[in-house]
């Protein structure tokens, strides 16, 4: 697992085995109890509490629930690790003892349940453990680590709302922020890139108006179904008729509403929209498309009103700085065996962890830490069937604990002892 010498982060990573069953009794009780996007008390009070015991300068309800711990230990650079608290309504279905039954409202008062299918209770474990390990080997390393646990990630809204909180101006500038995430991919392997990570996210809802009639007179109608399905149809070609083969971008039509009965034509539709791109050029382009098509087709139905198009929620593009990211690379590459690391394309998905370095003026790092049994991904691997393994926000998605909990802790004590070994 690690090189024959002996490293500064090897030597924190000792104590690791023995935490390792407290690490995993606390990752099964916080997936046990996940919590809804800007709901997340007891997660954050847990790692407050570990924190705090740890010897940690600890400051809670930074932007909502948002927990910032301190360690200072002697003139060096500061690093700031980022882990997320938040879990989805997703009624779980992995069937583990541990498995969540909780409910909880939502935002709109609706009861839903909750399950940590995104594996951000990993993360809290994670790094709870690398936070414990550098406070018990102070003598290893000097510097400041800055340990965050962030609210409201799949909302989009938690790093806002913790800048908003005034995380920039109440805590010292971190030389480097990290962050990583655990999705499939063979428990242990590690894998990253230089540039972009994941990608820009940008919802819409669409407003289209026409104007309603009986269904036996559509001459007396603007009817809003068809410029639906027109737009619909229509914004397929921005992908494939505007965007080059050399670059990509995703648009996705995930809701679309109109009408409530076989005889009236309704006056409006509904469309949600999600944009995916990797290059801001790019999503200027796709955004000025949808835009264009929308009025185009409006106007070409005759609507009474130009369609109304309101932004949801927005993910800024990650990018992971060249210098930061070699430099936490190297590292890796010192602890693990180099077939446990490998790069990887940008992920589609989006993060928010991207506000944090490209608000404050500080580089970034972001990877990903397998967390699929090795042999099911083998297997699926060879049957070409790896899309059919449950992907993050899968009513079945659930890393393996081991060595996924490990990596995860030795990755962020490893990159964090890049910069304060
Ligand atoms: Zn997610
Ligand atoms: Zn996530």
Same mark, same amino acid.
């Given at each position: 697992?690690?090189?024959?010498?002996?490293?500064?982060?090897?030597?924190?990573?000792?104590?690791?085995?023995?935490?390792?069953?407290?690490?995993?009794?606390?990752?099964?009780?916080?997936?046990?109890?996940?919590?809804?996007?800007?709901?997340?008390?007891?997660?954050?009070?847990?790692?407050?509490?570990?924190l705090?015991?740890?010897?940690?300068?600890?400051?809670?309800?930074v932007?909502?629930?948002?927990?910032?711990?301190?360690?200072k230990?002697?003139?060096?650079?500061?690093?700031?690790?980022?882990a997320?608290?938040?879990?989805?309504?997703?009624?779980?279905?992995?069937?583990?003892?541990?498995?969540?039954?909780?409910?909880?409202?939502?935002?709109?008062?609706?009861?839903?349940?909750?399950?940590?299918a995104?594996g951000?209770?990993?993360?809290?474990?994670?790094?709870?453990?690398?936070?414990?390990?550098?406070?018990?080997?102070?003598d290893?390393?000097?510097?400041t680590?800055?340990?965050?646990f962030?609210?409201?990630?799949?909302t989009?809204?938690?790093?806002?709302?913790?800048?908003?909180?005034?995380?920039?101006?109440?805590?010292?500038?971190?030389?480097?922020?990290?962050?990583?995430?655990?999705?499939?991919?063979?428990?242990?392997?590690?894998g990253?890139?230089?540039?972009?990570?994941?990608? %820009? !996210?940008? &919802?819409f809802?669409? #407003?289209?108006?026409?104007?309603?009639?009986?269904?036996?007179? +559509?001459? *007396?109608?603007? $009817?809003?179904?068809?410029?639906?399905?027109?737009?619909?149809?229509?914004?397929?070609?921005?992908v494939?008729?505007?965007?080059a083969?050399?670059?990509?971008?995703?648009?996705?039509?995930?809701?679309?509403?109109?009408?409530?009965?076989?005889?009236v034509?309704?006056?409006e539709?509904?469309?949600?929209?999600?944009?995916r791109?990797?290059?801001?050029?790019?999503?200027?382009?796709?955004l000025?498309?949808?835009?264009?098509?929308?009025?185009?087709e %409006? !106007?070409a &139905?005759?609507?009474? #009103?130009?369609?109304?198009i309101?932004?949801?929620d927005?993910? +800024?593009? *990650?990018?992971? $700085?060249?210098?930061?990211?070699?430099?936490?690379?190297?590292?890796?590459?010192?602890?693990?065996?180099?077939?446990?690391?490998?790069?990887?394309?940008?992920?589609?998905?989006?993060?928010?962890?991207?506000s944090?370095?490209?608000?404050?003026?500080?580089?970034?790092?972001?990877?990903?830490?397998?967390?699929t049994?090795?042999?099911t991904?083998?297997?699926?691997?060879?049957?070409?069937?790896?899309?059919?393994?449950?992907?993050?926000?899968n009513?079945?998605?659930?890393?393996?604990?081991?060595?996924?909990?490990?990596?995860?802790?030795?990755?962020?004590?490893?990159a964090s002892?890049?910069?304060?070994?």
């Amino acid at each position: 697992m690690s090189t024959a010498h002996t490293t500064a982060s090897t030597s924190v990573l000792t104590g690791l085995a023995r935490i390792v069953p407290d690490l995993e009794k606390l990752y099964k009780d916080v997936h046990a109890h996940p919590e809804l996007s800007m709901q997340e008390k007891r997660t954050a009070a847990l790692a407050a509490d570990r924190l705090r015991a740890a010897g940690y300068e600890v400051t809670g309800g930074v932007g909502g629930t948002g927990v910032v711990g301190l360690l200072k230990n002697g003139d060096g650079a500061t690093v700031m690790l980022r882990a997320d608290m938040d879990a989805l309504p997703v009624l779980e279905a992995t069937g583990v003892d541990y498995a969540s039954a909780v409910t909880a409202a939502d935002e709109d008062g609706k009861t839903v349940p909750v399950m940590h299918a995104c594996g951000h209770d990993m993360h809290v474990a994670w790094l709870i453990g690398a936070a414990t390990l550098m406070a018990q080997q102070r003598d290893a390393w000097r510097g400041t680590l800055m340990a965050v646990f962030q609210p409201a990630e799949e909302t989009a809204a938690g790093a806002r709302a913790m800048i908003d909180d005034g995380l920039f101006q109440r805590f010292p500038k971190p030389d480097v922020i990290l962050g990583q995430h655990v999705m499939v991919g063979p428990a242990g392997m590690i894998g990253g890139r230089v540039g972009a990570i994941t990608s %820009a !996210a940008d &919802s819409f809802q669409i #407003r289209l108006f026409g104007r309603g009639a009986h269904g036996s007179m +559509p001459q *007396a109608s603007i $009817d809003p179904v068809v410029m639906a399905a027109s737009v619909v149809l229509r914004l397929q070609t921005i992908v494939s008729r505007e965007i080059a083969a050399s670059e990509s971008a995703v648009v996705t039509v995930g809701a679309l509403q109109a009408g409530t009965k076989e005889n009236v034509i309704p006056d409006e539709a509904i469309i949600k929209l999600n944009v995916r791109t990797f290059d801001e050029g790019v999503r200027a382009r796709v955004l000025a498309a949808i835009e264009r098509i929308v009025n185009a087709e %409006a !106007a070409a &139905s005759g609507a009474p #009103r130009a369609p109304e198009i309101t932004p949801l929620d927005r993910y +800024p593009l *990650a990018t992971n $700085d060249a210098d930061a990211t070699e430099q936490v690379a190297g590292a890796f590459r010192e602890h693990f065996s180099a077939t446990r690391i490998r790069e990887v394309g940008p992920a589609s998905a989006s993060e928010d962890f991207g506000s944090f370095g490209s608000e404050w003026g500080v580089p970034s790092v972001f990877w990903f830490v397998g967390g699929t049994d090795p042999d099911t991904y083998a297997q699926a691997k060879a049957a070409n069937r790896l899309n059919d393994l449950p992907t993050n926000h899968n009513p079945k998605f659930l890393p393996v604990l081991h060595p996924t909990l490990e990596t995860g802790v030795e990755t962020l004590v490893v990159a964090s002892q890049a910069w304060l070994a």
